[in-house]
């Protein structure tokens, strides 16, 4: 069974930086959109970035931009999200998602979810 491992969270003061990392397990095609999603508590998960299945094309949501860049090495296994500038209001569980084969973004509807990894970031 495909598994997305996630790493890199933390508490960190605002302004400052994090790296995020997702690895798929043995069996994952890579054919498929890689990206991050996020939830705070009482809050709806929410898109954070993704890069396509041939990583050439990134998208990120509009509070992100400019701060978070997303990146896919490793033959296309794995994802990354720099996080850069970090505010109070980017606390939340990061969640790794792949999306269906040859898909150019992952949705709300993805078909792989990692367990999340806590980012806190303090004032």
């Known amino acids: 069974q495909v598994q997305l491992a996630e790493s890199g969270g933390g508490l960190v003061q605002a302004g400052g930086s994090l790296r995020l990392s997702c690895t798929a397990s043995?069996?994952?095609?890579?054919?498929?959109?890689m990206g991050w999603f996020r939830q705070a508590p009482g809050k709806e998960r929410e898109f954070v970035a993704s890069?396509?299945?041939?990583?050439?094309?990134?998208r990120y949501a509009d509070s992100v931009k400019g701060r978070f860049t997303i990146s896919r090495l490793n033959a296309g296994i794995s994802v990354y999200l720099q996080m850069n500038s970090l505010k109070p209001e980017d606390t939340a569980v990061y969640y790794c998602a792949a999306g269906s084969y040859y898909s150019d973004y992952v949705t709300s509807t993805a078909d792989y979810w990692g367990q999340g990894t806590q980012v806190t970031v303090s004032t």
């Open positions: 890069v396509s299945w041939h990583g050439g094309s990134e």
């Open positions: 043995e069996g994952f095609f890579k054919t498929r959109a």
